[in-house]
């Protein structure tokens, strides 16, 4: 037998062994007997991608999360596209999107196709439509470049651009931007790190007035980004900031509890002096300053 047949004949027994548990309901067992059977794709290497590709494609089977990890492990660039087109899928979509990261940049172009496709030809109907484009959108922000970088700041212009000045409901309203959730897309420039983002965010940030939850997050989301750090999840966080648990606990009971607003305490250094913001204040204020002296000079030549 040629080496070309015995690593066909071996794929054939990894992919049955791979699908055997298909339909089956989630054993931690099954699981782990099947994380040892994709190890064995990677073994043999780019000649598994077409057959791991195919298992993928089968979104509804436990084997196509394995196909997914396994994939990603090798690299192959043929498998980019078949990737992609399994982010929006609600239970694969995590594992893809880590399979993806592990491609670099060299996935980033087809993903940002896949939301910039979402966002015009967008899902009105059903629950979590704003999370569609999660996973698409946290492949681009944890895979740091100028492209990613390029993409999300323009991203978030855009839809500010588009914010309505009332407040709206995005499952009734004709909302272009329904399937991208806004603290999210703030989370994925955090995760970029780059600081070229900031002004793209302060700039959001002025939209809304400064006790809004969506104002605070965005000084989070600049200050995080100024100071280096990548913690917490930004969308649940404004769910916390919006209405603390504690404080609604301390509610029902009447003000038992003694609820103490920790805020101050959790976000406090990102709400420090912005020295950018301070430095274009100045600059706006000392260019003013000299058009009024221009003015007054002029209008005393004019006198004379």
Known sequence: MTKP????????????????????KYSREHDT???????????IGRAA???????????DTWSCYHAAWALGELGDENAIMPLVSALEEEDLGDEVRKALIKFGTACIPEVIKKVEYRIANPVKEGRGADHITINALSTIGEIRCDESNEFLTKLLDDYMSEMPD???????????????????L???????????????IRKARDFFPDNYADYKICQIAMGRIKKGKIEGYL???VLDIAMPMGALMDMFSGGKLGHKDTFDNEYGEY???????????TI?????????????????????
């Open 235 to 237: 969308p649940l966080e």
């Open 5 to 24: 047949e015995e690593i066909k004949k071996k794929l054939k027994s990894l992919i049955k062994n791979l699908k055997k548990y298909d339909g089956l």
């Open 166 to 184: 009332h407040t709206f409901d995005p499952s009734k309203y004709d909302w272009k931007y329904i399937n991208v959730d806004f603290f999210h």
């Open 49 to 59: 991608v077409p057959e791991l590709i195919e298992v993928l494609n089968n979104y």
């Open 186 to 200: 703030l989370d994925c420039m955090v995760r970029q790190q780059d600081k070229r983002a900031i002004p793209h």
């Open 284 to 304: 706006k204020k000392k260019s003013k300053s000299k058009s009024i002296k221009k003015s007054k000079t002029k209008a005393k030549s004019e006198k004379k």
């Open 271 to 281: 709400f420090e002096d912005d020295d950018d913001e301070i430095e274009e204040k």
């Open 33 to 43: 007997e099947l994380e040892n059977v994709r190890r064995k794709f990677v073994l």
